[in-house]
C-alpha cells in the first residue's frame, strides 16, 4: 500500500506580514503620543531651557534673526548673525576695553587707597609713629616704609630689642586694616656686604623681609598666605647712595598693603 503524503502547510498571504509591521508602527506611535500627553510641564521647561543656553534656540521658539524666517529676507540678515554664534560656533569677540572705564576704574583704585591711607596714617599718629613710619600710596597699595636703622643692626638681619614696640604696633595696625595680600620688601644701599652670613647685599635683604614676615606670623593674627615677603637688594633706590644720608634712605623695609579692588 502506498504511503500518503504529508499535506503541505499552504504560505501566508503577503499581505499579512505588510498588515503586521503596519499595527506595530500603529502602536509605537500611540504609545509615544500618550507619554507626550503626560509630559511635566516644569520638567519639560527646564529641558528646554538647558538647550537654550547650550545651542543658541532663538527666545520664544524663533528660527530666524529679526522679524521672520532667515532665508525669507536674504543676505540681509547675514551682518546680524555674528551676535547670535556662542560656544556652537565661533567664540565670541572680546570688545576692546573702554578708555574711559579703564579711567573709572583706576579713580576708585585711587579713592580706595588713598581712604585706607588716611586710616593708617591716624592710627600711626595715635600710637607717635608718624616719624618713623612713612606712608606713600598707589592704585594698587599704601605702603609704609620702615628705615632700616630703626629695625637692624650694620649687617644684621636680627630685629632690634629696640624696634619691637613699633614693629608691634604696626603689626596691630596691619591686623586691624589690612584685608587683602601683604608685601615685605627689604632694602639695602649699595655699599657691598660680606660677612660670616651673608654674600652680598640681595641675601641681607631677604633675610631682614623674612625677619619681618617670621615676626607678623609669630606675633598676629595674619594668614601666612596672605603675606608675601622678598629682599630687593640695592636696585630700588629712593635716594642719592653717593650721600650718608641717601644711603639711610635706602635701607629700609617696605610693607605694601593692597586693598580689596587690586588687581
Keep these: ?23 506595530n508602527l500603529l502602536l509605537c506611535f500611540f504609545v509615544l503620543l500618550f507619554s507626550m500627553s503626560t509630559v511635566d510641564a516644569e520638567k519639560f ?41 556662542n560656544s556652537t560656533g565661533k567664540a565670541p569677540e572680546v570688545e576692546a576695553e573702554n578708555p574711559e572705564n579703564i579711567d573709572k576704574i583706576e579713580q576708585e583704585k585711587l579713592k580706595k587707597s588713598e581712604e585706607l591711607a588716611e586710616k593708617i596714617s591716624e592710627a600711626l599718629e595715635e600710637d607717635n609713629l608718624q616719624d618713623v613710619v612713612d606712608v606713600t600710596f598707589n592704585s594698587q597699595y599704601v605702603q609704609l616704609a620702615l628705615k632700616g636703622a630703626l629695625l637692624f643692626d650694620s649687617g644684621s638681619d636680627q630685629l632690634k630689642e629696640e624696634s619691637l614696640p613699633v614693629v608691634s604696633k604696626v603689626a596691630v595696625i596691619l591686623e586691624r586694616y589690612a584685608e587683602s595680600t601683604i608685601e615685605i620688601e627689604g632694602h639695602t644701599d649699595n655699599v657691598p656686604i660680606h660677612n660670616s652670613r651673608f654674600g652680598n647685599n640681595n ?36 635716594a642719592d647712595n653717593a650721600t650718608p644720608e641717601g644711603r639711610a634712605k635706602n635701607r629700609r623695609v617696605e610693607i605694601k598693603i593692597y586693598h580689596t579692588l587690586s588687581s
Design 1 to 23: 500500500m502506498a504511503k500518503r503524503k504529508p499535506e503541505e502547510t499552504p504560505p501566508a498571504a503577503a499581505w499579512m506580514a505588510t498588515f503586521s509591521d503596519l499595527m
Design 203 to 238: 641675601e641681607l635683604s631677604s633675610f631682614r623681609a623674612l625677619a619681618v614676615f617670621d615676626y607678623l606670623i609669630e606675633n598676629t593674627s595674619l594668614q601666612p598666605s596672605m603675606i608675601k615677603h622678598s629682599g630687593r637688594g640695592e636696585y630700588v633706590p629712593v
Design 45 to 85: 521647561e527646564a529641558m528646554a531651557e538647558s538647550f537654550s543656553q547650550t545651542f543658541s534656540i532663538f527666545s520664544g521658539g524663533a528660527s530666524a534673526i529679526g522679524d521672520g524666517m532667515l532665508i525669507s529676507n536674504g543676505m540681509s540678515q547675514l551682518n546680524e548673525l555674528d551676535q547670535y554664534i
